[in-house]
């Protein structure tokens, strides 16, 4: 029972380097989002896919961008990371209701 | 965005003691969950309710989805340590639309002392 799983699960990088963090469900779900938290601001949204091949801003969308590869996997890309990025990032997918969200393992990702 | 207060930010309490906590929105859902998450793991779903006044329990937690819509609680009876993790409440507010998301109270960390 796989669920969603993101790659990888720990990271670290520099000032201006770039990286992209992999996510794949096999729940055939419709829906993946991509969540970061930080201590005390619980999970905010920087970006979903409602479907295949279409995607849309979240809260925080500033210094990201996705890409819904196809219907399993959803990846988010940092094109030049800055030590505000510091965080642990969740991936996660839904079904055909939009709701009952599922989560992966985070990936924690600091930026020196 | 959505708002959500999530209430208490944190309880110590002691092995058998009973917990409550409880989430409210500016505006009415349509969903409410209750996720766990323990340290180093990702958020799980505990208990989903669709309908006002539902009230569903799931072993030693039960969760209401309040009748005016715009808040949730979250009991937990005779706490164990296994327990201790941080709650987050979530809302949905168009639920079966492509813009349904989910919107997370900022949790409630949970210590249980035996």
């Given at each position: 029972n796989a669920g969603v799983t993101q790659t990888p699960k720990?990271?670290?990088?520099?000032?201006?380097?770039?990286?992209?963090?992999?996510?794949?469900?096999?729940?055939?779900?419709?829906?993946?989002?991509?969540?970061?938290?930080?201590?005390?601001?619980?999970?905010?949204?920087?970006?979903?896919?409602?479907?295949e091949g279409t995607t849309d801003k979240g809260e925080v969308p500033n210094g990201y961008n996705v890409s819904r590869l196809n219907k399993r996997e959803f990846s988010l890309r940092l094109e030049s990371a800055a030590p505000s990025q510091t965080s642990v990032y969740f991936c996660a997918s839904s079904g055909r209701t939009n709701t009952e969200a599922f989560f992966g393992q985070g990936t924690r990702l600091t930026v020196v | 965005g959505q708002q959500l207060n999530q209430s208490p930010q944190s309880m110590f309490i002691q092995e058998g003691e009973d917990v409550s906590m409880n989430c409210t929105s500016s505006s009415i859902f349509n969903t409410w969950l209750w996720y766990k998450q323990e340290p180093g793991e990702g958020p799980v779903l505990l208990i989903a309710l669709y309908k006002a006044g539902e009230l569903t329990s799931n072993g030693?937690?039960?969760?209401?989805?309040?009748?005016?819509?715009?808040?949730?609680?979250?009991?937990?009876?005779?706490?164990?340590?296994?327990?201790?993790?941080?709650?987050?409440?979530?809302?949905?507010?168009?639920?079966?639309?492509t813009l349904g998301r989910l919107y997370f109270g900022r949790g409630t960390q949970l210590t249980v002392w035996p």
């Open positions: 720990f990271q670290v990088l520099k000032t201006g380097q770039s990286m992209t963090l992999q996510c794949a469900q096999d729940m055939n779900h419709n829906s993946m989002y991509w969540y970061r938290q930080d201590p005390g601001m619980g999970l905010r949204l920087i970006y979903y896919s409602a479907s | 030693r937690l039960t969760a209401q989805f309040g009748i005016t819509r715009k808040d949730s609680f979250l009991n937990i009876s005779a706490s164990i340590p296994s327990d201790v993790g941080i709650y987050f409440c979530a809302g949905q507010a168009y639920r079966g639309s």
